[in-house]
């Protein structure tokens, strides 16, 4: 079975529109994006929602 990779897919047009909408929304700038989300996080928090914090995964440097 093949698949037509051109063809229309209504859920990945909405799921576009949507990613379009929240770009534009902060000027097309990650940073504002990522600033907006730890805002909303931070408020969150304030209002007694708990957020479960991960330890950062460290990889060993790669030999040279």
């Known amino acids: 079975m093949e698949i037509d990779m051109n ?4 859920v990945l047009e909405e799921i576009y529109a949507i990613r379009r ?12 994006l990522a600033e907006a989300v730890a805002e909303r996080q931070r408020m ?16 060993a440097p790669a030999m040279a």
């Open 21 to 32: 909408k929240i770009s534009e929304r902060y000027g097309h700038n990650v940073y504002r």
């Open 7 to 10: 063809a229309y897919d209504p």
């Open 44 to 59: 969150a928090e304030a209002k007694g929602r708990k957020y479960i914090r991960l330890p950062v995964a460290r990889v």
